[in-house]
């Protein structure tokens, strides 16, 4: 988002400098129209025809001045108008600018941008129509709608990236667009026309197997343009198709793809996302909120507000954790480090930005800014953990449609166990403390799919829980993923606590749930 902050910044900037550029264009067309308009005022009837008219037209001494002048200053400064690139100057002005911040963008951005979207729309079960109207529920934020083109863009996309059925919804609006803003004239000039817009649509309708559907399309195609690339071989083609098998027998094999796609957006994740989660009514029974001091002097004065979310596996939502002017200062000095979030890419060596996790991510030293350390000792004093053997603080930020795929924070899963050991003198990463630094207007929820929970962030509460079972084996009930950013930017800080030195604080036991002597926590 601090990343979008800039870029309409420079969009700014860039606007303004074609605004100068527009202008001292309009003037220079404003003068070489003079020079011509000139010519017609001076020779009025006459300036048809010259052969006929130049010995009376000459003969006047006004008009011998006004020629002389004309050839003279005045196409003078027409040439060095007509000579002079005013554009490139401006040009050069907005790659600097570019250049100086994020480098300029490119598709790969783009399709970034629209995999935002479809991705949103997915979620949160948002047909195309009201995305495009720019208006989101539960938002107050609105933008401007998309054009066709816009549509056509979201719709190209999705196409070559094998999502058929997205692409054929947006290719479809795209094309009702197209016909109200040609009804409407308020067609802009645009590089596609109507049969781009059903060549695509017919190529996806027929990846769907509507091959009847693929074949009227095509054939509008035709209607319009008879010489536009394989519409005769594909109409060929799909006759032939359907020929051979009738269209009911395709038409199954269509609803399998939808049944397919439209599964997954139903599935727990998304509902999760959308808050449509049930919790089990005995664990909602018995969750409640307390306070807690740990009998730490410190705390006597203001308790640790801890919310019961879950019960086996407890997971706790801790509030007031830092005061704001705290978590705007985590936030300025994370934001002159935040890179975009990186994994391996699988088989090599190399980093990759994760499709799995989209957001910029920073770890914070105690060395950058003494806030990190208070922020620390805070964690330390809410969960009564030992903070010796922590890792650094992480800081992450979602921008619209960020988001971080359902995973687990600890190492020590079976499969590690056997294939090598990498949590090292540290032990695993025992414990997340998770604080969120802002609300998030819409979407953003943290969601636990294996236990049907979903925490909304508030700015100063804390999500907390254990990943490891009292034996240390991973508890895999804590699954849990950051749902798409609708509307607004997300802010988080996650501390992950690592077992070593934990033996006091939470101790371990020979079995999963051995129970322990209370030291607040389970
Ligand atoms: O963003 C969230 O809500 C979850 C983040 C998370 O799970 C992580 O960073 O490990
Ligand atoms: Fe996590």
Not at 47 to 65: K, M, Q, R, W
Not at 436 to 441: A, K, Q, R, W
Request: aromatic share 10%; proline share 3%.
């Amino acid at each position: 988002m601090s990343n979008i902050q800039t870029l309409i910044a420079e969009e700014f900037q860039v606007v303004n400098i074609l605004r100068e550029i527009i202008k001292a264009e309009r003037t220079k067309l404003d003068f070489i129209q003079e020079y011509v308009d000139e010519f017609s005022r001076v020779y009025g009837e006459h300036s048809g025809d010259v052969t006929i008219n130049s010995e009376v037209i000459a003969s006047h001494p006004l008009n011998a001045f006004r020629l002389v002048k004309h050839l003279s200053v005045d196409w003078d400064t027409v040439r060095r108008l007509m000579t002079t690139n005013l554009a490139i100057g401006g040009v050069q002005e907005i790659e600097r600018l570019r250049s100086l911040s994020q480098g300029l963008l490119n598709e790969e951005d783009l399709k970034g941008a629209v995999e935002a979207i479809v991705r949103l729309q997915y979620t949160y079960d948002i047909d195309e129509e009201q995305v495009a109207s720019g208006t989101l529920t539960g938002s107050t934020v609105t933008a401007l709608e998309l054009s066709s083109l816009e549509c056509y863009l979201l719709g190209l996309h999705q196409a070559q990236l094998g999502f058929h059925d997205y692409a054929v919804r947006w290719l479809s609006l795209a094309w009702k667009l197209f016909d109200q803003e040609q009804r409407l004239d308020i067609q802009k000039s645009s590089p596609i026309g109507k049969v781009e817009i059903l060549d695509w649509l017919q190529h996806s309708t027929f990846q769907r197997g509507n091959i009847s559907y693929a074949l009227e399309l095509s054939q509008q195609i035709k209607k319009i343009n008879p010489a536009f690339a394989h519409v005769d071989e594909n109409i060929a083609y799909y006759q032939k198709l359907l020929n051979d098998t009738p269209q009911e027998i395709w038409a199954k094999m269509e609803d399998e793809n939808g049944k397919i796609s439209g599964e997954k957006s139903s599935g727990t994740y998304e509902a999760l996302c959308r808050g449509e989660g049930k919790l089990d009514i005995n664990v909602e029974k018995q969750l409640h909120c307390y306070t807690e001091t740990y009998s730490k002097p410190w705390l006597l004065l203001q308790p640790v507000k801890i919310e019961m979310a879950y019960l086996n596996p407890d997971i706790f939502v801790v509030h007031d954790v830092l005061f704001p002017s705290q978590m705007e200062q985590v936030k300025s000095v994370a934001k002159r480090k935040l890179q975009r979030a990186m994994v391996v890419k699988p088989g090599t060596t190399e980093n990759q930005a994760a499709r799995i996790r989209i957001s910029k991510n920073a770890f914070l030293n105690e060395d950058v800014h003494p806030v990190i350390a208070a922020v620390n000792n805070r964690i330390g004093l809410v969960t009564n953990l030992d903070m010796r053997i922590a890792e650094e603080l992480q800081v992450a930020n979602y921008g619209i449609g960020g988001h971080y795929d359902a995973h687990f924070d600890h190492f020590r899963t079976l499969y590690e166990i056997n294939h090598k050991h990498i949590d090292g003198e540290w032990g695993d990463r025992m414990a997340t403390f998770l604080l969120y630094m802002s609300d998030v207007e819409a979407g953003g929820a943290t969601v636990f799919p294996r236990i049907n929970l979903t925490l909304y962030p508030a700015k100063g509460s804390a999500a907390f829980w254990f990943n490891l079972h009292k034996d240390g084996l991973g508890d895999e009930r804590t699954l849990h993923a950051g749902c798409p950013v609708l509307v607004g930017s997300k802010w988080i800080s996650n501390k992950w606590i690592r077992e070593k030195w934990q033996d006091v604080t939470r101790p371990c036991g020979l079995q999963p749930d051995s129970p322990e002597w209370d030291n607040g926590w389970p």
